[in-house]
């Protein structure tokens, strides 16, 4: 809610945003006690991306230290001193900053040692792209016993002839029967079960039933997920709530479950949008660094390993997902540069033989990925002296407007000219009328922000960044002008009464 309000009230005058959180990170080996507290690097990563005047860092301080004194003296330096990292922590005195080094993998030989022949694993989200290239996996490592459970399942079994004699091959159920012959083909057995990761008492019922038909539970692999969207300034909490819920609830919904199980791994599917978000990922950012810090905290007779995925090609929820059509240039971009699933796979073997608590998977640089370090604001700022980020990247828009509608009479005001030019440079389009909306000419919430920071720059007016999604260029140029004008005698009139003019007030 903070960030929504310096969205309709913040301007664009530069800001630090500091957020202070205890036993958040593990640093040393120490305990981690607050996973759910991971949940703040989400907003704390995304809103300099979606507002470029304002940076964010994240204080973590020492859960285990005694005495309230330490902890204020450790988190008033960071405050007032010259250093300005991102993602900080105290632990014992000492001020660590997170970072990333490169792993090398080497090829592994025969089974990995978390595999055991025939075993048994769970997949939430079993019948999604990224779920079935890992059981694919399984089955050709182990000949594993497979449990694929979904929000949606398959018919029984009887059905399957007659539901692919009757539907294509991109049906969505007659891919997933398909699959399950596939994995059953390498020497797997499959049983296939409807459940809501996030449903206690559907998850529990998962985790009897495995146990009747295959005896045992070896592992489990969480790769349910809702693919997040939209900006900070326009999400609701239910839309946020539903990204949140299969990574945050359906963990501790599966930690309840399987509190009676003794498994040999869990591998907890995360993204590298934990730690290297876009804009309009702030739910999804979050959820995933919730996975990162679970990993942590709950390393113990089970190997907990969270990977931080890049984008998949041909599978995953970045080719699953429909997006708007100035985005999808963006996307196919992602998708070219993305994991391919045999290397996926491979990869996935592989940390199974060198299991860590937290691995990134980035198919690029990590480092540019993650863009330049934060500087502390300057001398006479306080906390304003934000460093100006890297521009978003964004595909250029692709204009909707039906055939035959010129979007209106033409901008004839000074500021509806300021204004159109100002659409026509940031979505490529050559001709603005006062009737036409700026989605409806292919912008975007990204975009949104490019444009309300130059109109509020060329004319001076701050913007209501809510009201600005949904109004015509018409519309928006009459409400500049009024606050022009509103503003006007206020100006004159502190020019008549300014004490250090000789007036009396």
Known sequence: WLAQALAVHGGTTPLGLDVVSRGMQEVAGEPLRHPEHATLLGPCRVIPREHPSIRCRSIDLDAHAEGLEALGQALLAELTGADWDAVVAYRGGHRWVQGFEPVRLGPVAGRPALLRERGVYLITGGLGGIGLVLAEELARAARARLVLTGRRGLPDRAQWPAWLAAHDA????????RAVQALEALGAEVLV????????????AVVARALERFGALH???????????????????????????PKVTGTLVLEAALREVALDVLVLCSSIAAVAPPGGQV???AGNAFLDAYARARQGTARVV???WDTWQEVGMAVETAVPAALRAAREEALRQGIRPREGAELFRRLLARPMPHVVVSTRDLGARLGPPAVAPGPGAGRAGAVEPAPLATAPAVGLRADGDDGGAAPETAVQRAIAEIWQEVLGVERVGLADNFFDLGG???LATQVIARIEARLGVRLNRMDFMFQTLGQLAAACEERLTAAAPAVQARGRHDPAQGGRG
Do not use: F
Not at 170 to 177: A, F, L, T, Y
Not at 193 to 204: G, I, K, S, Y
Not at 219 to 244: F, M, Q, S, Y
């Open 170 to 177: 991109q049906d969505r159920v007659s891919r997933g029967i």
């Open 193 to 204: 079960l409807e459940a809501d990761v996030t449903d206690a008492a559907a998850m529990r």
């Open 219 to 245: 592992g489990v692999i969480h790769a349910a997920g809702v693919p997040g969207g939209g900006i900070i300034a326009l999400k609701t909490r239910e839309a946020a709530a539903a990204v949140l819920a």
């Open 283 to 285: 739910d999804y950012s």
């Open 306 to 308: 969270s990977v931080g």
């Open 444 to 446: 975007h919430s990204l």
